[in-house]
């Protein structure tokens, strides 16, 4: 699953660089949920997919990760 390919794993991206600073990743996921985006289990496999991707570490985004998520922001701006 890449990223370019697959949507809601970039929504997710965007989400979590925006999400406040009291919020965890969890919280993050659960909004999505209840918006409708996708359900927990699936919002689990799209965190883990974007750790595997090195854009997150522990409870932050890498710079790799805050970089793309600077460009799927600018994607949707359009």
Same mark, same amino acid.
């Given at each position: 699953?890449?990223? *370019?390919?697959?949507?809601?794993?970039? @929504?997710?991206?965007?989400?979590?660089?925006?999400?406040? *600073?009291?919020?965890?990743?969890?919280? @993050?996921?659960?909004?999505?949920?209840?918006?409708? @985006?996708?359900?927990?289990?699936?919002?689990?496999?799209?965190?883990?997919?974007?750790? *595997?991707?090195?854009?997150?570490?522990?409870?932050?985004?890498?710079?790799?990760?805050?970089?793309?998520?600077? *460009?799927?922001?600018?994607?949707?701006?359009?």
């Amino acid at each position: 699953m890449d990223i *370019e390919e697959n949507i809601e794993l970039r @929504v997710l991206l965007l989400a979590i660089y925006k999400k406040q *600073e009291n919020d965890t990743f969890l919280d @993050v996921i659960k909004t999505m949920e209840n918006s409708r @985006v996708f359900n927990l289990k699936t919002g689990k496999k799209y965190l883990k997919r974007l750790k *595997e991707l090195n854009y997150i570490i522990d409870d932050s985004l890498t710079l790799i990760g805050i970089q793309k998520a600077k *460009e799927v922001e600018q994607e949707f701006s359009l």
